[in-house]
């Protein structure tokens, strides 16, 4: 029985929130399509100047600090999800002594936020001469995606029937290959939300690039619009297509992929 | 013979360590070895130059007689309420709303509603600043066009207003965390439990406590926890928005280490909110699923 | 080509003894079936055949040699398993080429032995699709080819049939016996249908809680059931029991005895025929199966035994029918342990 009144109150909730999550994205978009130099206000549409952008790109160095985060994006999502498929298919599919107490081990460190690493890790590589590096920024980023991807991998291993490993070791296959050739085939999606929310959320660090990068040349986004935004307080336009900008990549992703974001957040994905 | 159970031939064993090597390194070196490396720093009074003097637990002490800490902490606490209480509230409503009816168009709502979590929070942090802006933002333009000029504020400036306004921000960002898990649940509950609750008589408010709250059980401890560590780390919004200010009004713990690392050059009082922050996550976590396991077999 | 021995095999999981002392052959060729209900350890000793299980105590040799230590992929075995664990993103060819590939065969020996066991499975049409695009038993041929492909010593099948409906499962038992009977090669397989264990194995051997109650030709372990428990399990339906002294009737036996009768060895009463009886019951159940019927009677509390007519019968439940039972099937057997006594 559906009632009438209930299907009305869902859609007015459903409809009132996606309209509130979605005015502020539209606003700074209009905001960006602004004439430059007027009066600041936001979303406020009159015209559509797309030089804003350019201006931003260039002048704001936004194609530095989107190069900047690509590399960095790029490097972490390679390296965490090769090591989380290695580490997660020693969890889930093989057994060994200690497997549960390391296994715990990475849950702990699921738990330890960036905000409680960055102090030492920030002394420990400056004595290394080793902040404002790439390298800074990448192998922390690993470090906590691995407790991540490490933890979700082994939850699909563990869904792999058992009879199709056993076949696979009957057919004389190795441990890598099986992992290869047999297990992970099975696994794209799983693969492929573990990388996806790797992505996001190593696109759209800030305190890590805030603490270890003062060379402007390696700014990533996040890092590069905080500065530009201490710069251009009362430019709205040419700040909204800053942010648009930074927020692109990620958001396109998203459009293409939302399903594996949202399976993956809704499976209690917890970034350290 | 002993009783163990002994591997079959051929089963991997020993190799399962070479798999986990690289991995564990990595993790090892940058975020436990870290881990550890704070909480020795928390023990000392350290400007990150000179060296540093031994302090024991006086950072930890600190945490509760200082001030400016103790409100750093109690903010944070404030925007748990934000951050998760208030979103999940409105998914709950949303839940209860929709469960007993069907809904064409999910999907759709779900990519909407969804959005906000994927946008870098100094995005999000600069978008809102804007709007609050007190001339030229959404907000006040809104209240003049209508009229009701006369309320608006510098909401990100004022000493009362500028923590709940952050908290709001992150109320916008999280809701849709909330509405997406709590819509995937609910759709799970089977519809025989609300025929049976119906038939004993169960108006909605009875059937939302009896069906569909025990049944999203896992979902609000999933929501909560994703929500409340978020609250606890909160840093970007903080920094890109107010910087902590007017005064200490929105000061939190994440933006505190940073702050006294790099700025007051107290290392080891930073170390120390650092760990705190972390303590902090793990004990509500396991508290939370704690709790839920413990419903779930009552 | 081997033969397979079990030699007093224990198999532990911590306290729990799923196979007991176990000590069973299959010669070379034959075709062994091993039957019996969930939990009697078949599964278990098949496992510990193929190497995914370990040997807690006693010998496993393939052919001569003792395999306990050896890696199941250095047995040369075959498995095809209950659910057929076909690599779900790859080809049926890929799937029957896949062992060859670990062993590096040559390619052009790879695609002679494929195409050979996809004609013999009339696999053919179907190389290039994917496991998901096929039906139950275009699955279960896969199954087998892929086992077939790597023509071993043994293969070793865990109830193959299982997930197939029922008209397909009598189809495809044929089709693995001829195939047995052309290739030669020794197959121990597990079931626990005791219908396909009678129509497919050369010898079967039936289990129960880890042991082993009869090894024998399925003539024999029907004909002959060395206890109860075989007497009762083989068979649609099994055997009926009744104390010798409820029967009422001229058996030469202590009264405490268990007489065992098949229902096609009890029927209506008929004067002149030779019967034991007359006895008298009361019809609890029909179950008429077409080309006979089987009646579930009740002779005296506690005794109920089932007879078999032929054809079609008018009795209904709570008739009373007077029966009688052929002397040459009788089966008896020690009351305490359960085990066939010398007629």
């Known amino acids: 029985m559906i009632d009438r009144r209930e299907q009305a109150l869902t859609y007015t909730l459903l409809g009132v929130f996606s309209l509130i999550a979605l005015v502020p994205i539209a606003g700074i978009l209009l905001t960006a399509l602004q004439a430059p130099g007027e009066v600041a206000s936001f979303g406020h549409p009159n015209g559509l100047h797309f030089g804003n952008f350019a201006t931003a790109w260039d002048e704001g160095n936004f194609s530095q600090y989107l190069r900047s985060s690509a590399i960095v994006t790029v490097s972490v999502v390679a390296l965490a999800t090769l090591l989380s498929i290695l580490a997660g298919y020693a969890f889930g599919m093989m057994r060994f002594r200690g497997d549960q107490a390391l296994f715990y081990l990475f849950l702990l460190g699921l738990m330890v936020p960036l905000e409680s690493t960055v102090v030492p890790l920030y002394y420990d590589l400056r004595d290394l001469g080793l902040t404002d590096t790439y390298a800074a920024l990448i192998f922390p980023q690993v470090g906590v995606s691995v407790a991540f991807g490490t933890f979700w991998m082994r939850a699909f291993f563990r869904s792999v029937p058992r009879s199709l490993v056993e076949a696979a070791r009957l057919d004389g296959s190795s441990s890598w290959s099986t992992l290869w050739r047999v297990v992970l085939p099975v696994g794209r999606p799983a693969v492929l939300t573990m990388m996806v929310l790797v992505f996001m959320w190593t696109w759209n660090e800030f305190l890590l690039a805030l603490v270890m990068v003062s060379d402007e040349a390696l700014r990533t986004a996040p890092l590069g619009l905080a500065f530009f935004s201490g710069r251009n307080t009362t430019d709205f336009a040419l700040l909204a297509a800053g942010s648009v900008i930074v927020a692109t990549p990620v958001v396109i992703l998203y459009v293409f992929l939302q399903r594996h974001f949202i399976r993956g957040m809704l499976s209690g994905a917890v970034k350290g | 013979m002993s009783g163990a159970v002994l591997a079959p031939p051929g089963e991997p064993r020993r190799i399962a360590y070479l798999y986990l090597l690289p991995g564990l390194v990595v993790f090892g070196l940058f975020v436990l070895a870290p881990l550890v490396h704070s909480a020795w720093l928390s023990l000392f009074t350290w400007d990150g130059v000179t060296p540093g003097a031994w302090t024991g637990l006086d950072n930890y002490k600190a945490v509760v007689s200082d001030p400016r800490l103790r409100s750093a902490f109690l903010h944070a606490f404030v925007l748990v309420g934000f951050y998760a209480v208030l979103p999940i509230a409105i998914g709950l409503l949303l839940a209860a709303a929709m469960s007993r009816t069907r809904v064409r168009g999910l999907a759709l709502f779900r990519t909407v509603l969804f959005l906000p979590q994927v946008i870098a929070l100094v995005v999000v942090a600069v978008m809102w600043r804007m709007i609050y802006a007190p001339d030229g933002g959404l907000i006040n333009g809104g209240l003049r066009a209508i009229g009701l000029g006369g309320l608006a504020q510098n909401w990100l400036g004022s000493f009362s207003l500028a923590l709940p306004s952050v908290g709001l921000i992150g109320t916008w960002v999280m809701y849709g965390l909330a509405m997406v898990l709590f819509t995937a649940g609910v759709q799970k509950i089977p519809q025989s439990l609300y025929d049976a609750a119906r038939m004993d008589g169960a108006g909605p408010v009875r059937e939302f406590f009896a069906v569909t709250l025990p049944g999203l059980r896992n979902e609000i401890a999933v929501a909560l926890t994703l929500t409340t560590i978020q609250a606890l780390r909160s840093f970007d919004l903080v920094y890109i928005t107010t910087g902590g200010g007017p005064g200490d009004s929105t000061s939190v713990p994440a933006f505190e280490v940073y702050n006294r690392a790099f700025r007051g050059g107290d290392v080891g009082a930073a170390a120390a909110i650092g760990v705190c922050i972390a303590a902090l996550i793990f004990v509500l976590t396991v508290l939370i699923n704690r709790i839920a396991e413990r419903e779930g077999t009552r | ?115 050979r066991a996809a004609a013999a499975l009339e696999l053919d049409a179907l190389l290039e699709r994917k496991p998901g695009q096929l039906s139950g038993g275009q699955q279960q041929r896969v199954a087998l080819g892929r086992a077939l492909v790597r023509d071993p010593a043994v293969f070793l099948m865990d109830e193959p049939l299982s997930n197939l409906d029922a008209k397909l499962r009598v189809q495809t038992r044929g089709e693995i016996k001829r195939l047995q009977k052309e290739i030669g090669t020794t197959t121990v397989y597990v079931t626990h249908d005791q219908v396909e264990a009678m129509t497919m194995g050369d010898r079967i051997a039936v289990m129960n809680q880890g042991r082993i109650e009869q090894v024998g030709t399925p003539a024999e372990v029907y004909d002959e059931p060395a206890n109860v428990f075989v007497a009762g399990f083989v068979g649609s339906p099994g055997m009926s029991f009744a104390p010798a002294g409820r029967l009422g009737l001229d058996l030469g036996a202590p009264p405490e005895t268990i007489v065992g009768v098949r229902p096609e060895h009890a029927c209506p009463w008929v004067e002149g025929e030779g019967l034991l009886g007359p006895l008298d019951g009361e019809v609890a159940y029909v179950e008429a199966l077409g080309r006979e019927t089987f009646l579930g009677v009740r002779h005296e509390e506690e005794t109920q035994l089932v007879l078999c007519v032929e054809g079609r019968s008018a009795a209904q439940p709570g008739d009373e029918v007077r029966f009688g039972l052929v002397r040459e099937g009788l089966r008896f057997f020690d009351p305490e342990s359960g085990r066939a006594q010398r007629r």
Do not use: H
Not at chain 3, 38 to 59: N, P, Y
Not at chain 3, 60 to 74: D, F, L, T, Y
Not at chain 3, 98 to 108: I, T
């Open chain 3, 1 to 115: 080509m081997a033969s397979v021995s079990f030699e007093s095999v224990t198999k532990r999981f911590d306290a729990v003894e799923a196979v007991r002392e176990l000590t069973l052959a299959a010669a070379d060729g034959e075709f062994l079936v091993l039957v019996g209900p969930s939990g009697s350890g078949k599964t278990t000793a098949l496992r510990m055949l193929a190497g995914l299980e370990s040997v807690s105590e006693g010998k496993i040799r393939i052919g001569e040699r003792v395999v306990n230590r050896v890696a199941p992929r250095e047995r040369d075995i075959a498995m095809v398993f209950q659910d057929y664990a076909l690599y779900p993103q790859m080809t049926v060819y890929d799937n029957l080429a896949f062992a060859l590939r670990r062993r590096k065969a040559p390619k052009q020996r790879i695609d002679e032995q494929v195409r």
